[in-house]
């Protein structure tokens, strides 16, 4: 056994490339694109690293030209699914004994390797299936798939390197033991450094786990997979098993050997989960971990001292990057009375240069949303409001599915402050803004902390101090992620950890040692190095 303690200390983020017209990244990442959208893959299960084919099979397609397939892949049954809990069974033993810094050396070769030869290809795969542009798909599964890797290495050092005192006659030691069984990762489709994530920090910790990827982001999901393999990840330590989500959570969730949950996706799935949990706990070799982030109805809120040109600005990237689709976008916004046409006027000139379409042309803002039932979702909330007295479309607010699911960047006005778009998570293209007094500042600013369940992201725009500290006090619950004239979204690894509490998830701060130290259970160890040999106290002796 080799005895020395290895340093992390200067990690660094991965820097975001450009993709410029000339550029080498852009000429690289087009040609992968194109032989990607020209081919025509299989997708296996991947169990104990053998490739695992059912013969139940779904279509990987491209929501922007939903016609267009990318790939096959095979579903998870019964059967599957409890080979994949004896692969992680049996890859346990050889995982968690293993010196951490040879678990960390994995996946800092994975971040190597996709930050030179591996980045077109994963950020290919994003791209295609789905939806992203070249940057969106960069910041993602390059940049931040990146960064959680190479971080959380350090994290992993650092937490392993916090130990108690010892005094003088004795030795204490801190060992952070992985968790009894496995863990259950499960990813959304929208952002490929959160699939990555999901499954891999468990893994650092020591832990073995199966992954059950989006059916919406089967592509990118297998590439990691195979990125995995590149990098000498064991078999077994990570089990590719998409499926159904009924299917497998009925076999999974219920499980004695069940340790951990890692999930990102709807309030509603993840409340469903929880129950399940409940209803079976009796059950479990030990509690198991529960860590979730759902989703939100992330705020902007504007002072009369903003900026106007930057409030425009943000609110546009932050609304409608990416369609929407992330759980931190700008959904609802709070607009003050004396800047309302100004900033409806340059937010409406703004918005009509945007362009919208395929992944394949480069110079787009916009793409499709996800699939149909996304498409349907959003269209519904929109058409509630076109029908509503109490609100108004006032930009976008059409939609066409016929050959991708595609709907315009969207602003509603809502006349009432607490007005279903204001409250519910869309995820989609879709603004919705309330104009209030701008003598009602601090009534406004309880208004928004009460009116929406979540408590995810937000923003205030001022340049008047007093107006920062006032919002900053009130919104105090309002969100995990608070950010001051920036948009809500775009939070970094090791910058801005990310996570909220309310109906938005545990707050257990991705991109943190918060979220890793979850993934382990502690053992406290002390050795006295002269016992005492007699069970008396100094003040029982006689007098």
């Known amino acids: 056994m080799n005895n020395h303690l290895v340093s992390l200390k200067n990690i660094k983020n991965e820097p975001v490339k450009s993709y410029a017209p000339g550029s080498s990244e852009r000429a690289e990442l087009r040609k992968m694109v194109e032989k990607m959208h020209n081919e025509q893959i299989e997708i296996p299960l991947i169990i104990g690293g053998k490739e695992i084919y059912t013969g139940n099979t779904g279509k ?52 190597e390797l996709l930050s030179t030869s591996w980045r077109p290809v994963l950020n290919a795969a994003t791209m295609l299936n789905q939806s992203k542009t070249p940057f969106q798909a960069e910041i993602d599964s390059a940049c ?10 350090k994290y992993m050092s650092e937490i392993y390197s916090s130990q108690p005192e010892s005094p003088q006659g004795q030795l204490n030691r801190m060992d952070y033991r992985p968790l009894e069984g496995f863990i259950f990762a499960v990813s959304p489709f929208n952002f490929t450094s959160i699939a990555a994530n999901l499954a891999t920090a468990p893994a650092m910790m020591g832990n073995t786990v199966l992954w059950k990827p989006a059916s919406t982001a089967i592509l990118s999901g297998y590439y990691l997979m195979q990125l995995y393999k590149a990098a000498g990840l064991p078999d077994g330590v990570i089990n590719f098993i998409p499926g159904s989500g009924a299917t497998i959570g009925n076999i999974v969730l219920p499980h004695p050997e069940l340790a951990g949950i890692h999930f990102t996706g709807s309030t509603n799935t993840f409340q469903s989960m929880w129950s399940v949990v409940g209803k079976n706990i009796r059950k479990y070799k030990a509690y198991p971990r529960i860590v979730g982030e759902t989703g939100g109805k992330d705020f902007v809120f504007v002072h009369a001292s903003a900026d106007v040109d930057a409030v425009v600005a943000n609110l546009v990237r932050g609304a409608y990057e990416y369609q929407g689709q992330k759980c931190s976008a700008a959904s609802r916004a709070y607009i003050p009375k004396s800047m309302w046409k100004e900033f409806f006027d340059k937010f409406e000139a703004e918005v009509k240069t945007i362009k919208m379409g395929d992944v394949l042309d480069f110079s787009i803002f916009m ?26 479309v006032l930009i976008g607010g059409n939609g066409d599915k016929s050959k991708g699911y595609f709907i315009e960047p969207t602003l509603i006005l809502a006349k009432d402050p607490k007005f279903v778009t204001m409250q519910e998570e869309i995820f989609g293209p879709v603004l919705t803004v309330y104009v209030y007094d701008d003598d009602k500042y601090e009534e406004t600013l309880h208004l928004c902390d ?11 725009f001022a340049t008047e101090r007093e107006a920062i500290t006032k919002a900053e006090e009130i919104l105090r619950w309002a969100a995990g992620n608070f950010y001051i004239n920036d948009k809500p ?3 970094v690894v090791n910058q801005q950890p990310f996570g909220g509490s309310r109906a938005s998830g545990t707050n257990d701060k991705a991109g943190s040692y918060l979220n890793l130290i979850r993934w382990a259970t502690p053992r406290n160890i002390k050795e006295t190095f002269t016992p005492v040999r007699n069970y008396r106290y100094p003040y029982m002796d006689e007098e």
């Open 144 to 153: 931040e798939v990146i960064d959680f890797w190479r971080f959380n290495s």
């Open 367 to 392: 793409s499709a949303v996800i699939d149909e039932h996304a498409f349907e979702s959003i269209m519904g909330y929109i058409n509630i409001a076109k029908e509503s007295d109490k609100a108004e």
């Open 450 to 460: 009460e009116t929406s369940p979540y408590g995810l992201t937000g923003a205030v």
């Open 489 to 491: 979204t775009g939070a």
């Open 60 to 111: 990987v397609v491209e929501p922007h030209n939903h016609q267009h397939v990318l790939a096959t892949y095979h579903k998870a049954g019964e059967k599957e699914i409890l080979m994949a809990i004896e692969a992680a069974r049996k890859a346990r033993k050889y995982w968690a004994s293993l010196p951490w810094e040879h678990r960390a050396s994995v996946f800092l070769k994975a971040a």
